[in-house]
T-cell receptor
């Protein structure tokens, strides 16, 4: 499967625990984006990364959230000390090097659905 | 004010109907615009790009009016399979900003 792979697809955490979401971009893609979608709402941009660099994290909450895209391995979105309001679908998307302004095509994974009890 | 605003709907139309969605954007620096489609509990997928000159892809026509900062999507001869949420998308500093989506329900 050459698509964007996210895991876990579903994650249940209790308040105060940590959630770690993983994303492997499409083969050959070096740009990764994370979006959050609350129930019945649109996708909200969180962070844009390239290998080993955070390019834009303007959508990330200042506390408890962090993201990385190491040289080797998947991109990780980490949420510490989760609260009920963190319950959402977290989508990862990737794009190639041509830039999204040209094609507009972000390839999305199927999402990771986090439920905080 | 949201960067990209859409009427949430839902639009409930019979098969064969023509339906139009509108969208406005606030960032005048945005250069590129797109429509994405998202099925229930699925990931969004690119439907089509939007050009100032207007562009058509089968039953779908997209239009951009930069002066009014307004984007539209027209769907002709609606099919049951068109039922989905349609997301208006603009670019902003090397990332895509999504509207909240307009929900379309096509009934038999």
């Amino acid at each position: 499967n050459a698509g964007v792979m996210q895991n876990p697809r579903h994650l249940v955490r209790r308040r105060g625990q940590e959630a770690r979401l993983r994303c492997s971009p499409m083969k050959g893609h070096s740009h990764v984006y994370w979006y959050r979608q609350l129930p019945e709402e649109g996708l909200k941009f969180m962070v844009y990364l390239q290998k080993e660099n955070i390019i834009d994290e303007s959508g990330m909450p200042k506390e408890r959230f962090s993201a990385e895209f190491p040289k080797e391995g998947p991109s990780i979105l980490r949420i510490q000390q989760v609260v009920r309001g963190d319950s959402a679908a977290y989508f990862c998307a990737s794009s190639g090097t041509s830039g999204i302004q040209n094609t507009g095509e972000l390839f999305f994974g199927e999402g990771s659905r986090l439920t905080v009890l | 004010r949201k960067e990209v605003e859409q009427d949430p709907g839902p639009f409930n139309v019979p098969e064969g109907a023509t339906v139009a969605f509108n969208c406005t954007y606030s960032n005048s620096a945005s250069q590129s615009f797109f429509w994405y489609r998202q099925d229930c509990r699925k990931e969004p997928k690119l439907l089509m790009s939007v050009y100032s000159s207007g562009n058509e892809d089968g039953r779908f026509t997209a239009q951009l009016n930069r002066a009014s900062q307004y984007i539209s999507l027209l769907i002709r001869d609606s099919k049951l399979s068109d039922s989905a949420t349609y997301l208006c998308v603009g670019d902003s500093s090397y990332k895509l900003i999504f509207g909240s989506g307009t929900r379309l329900l096509v009934r038999p």
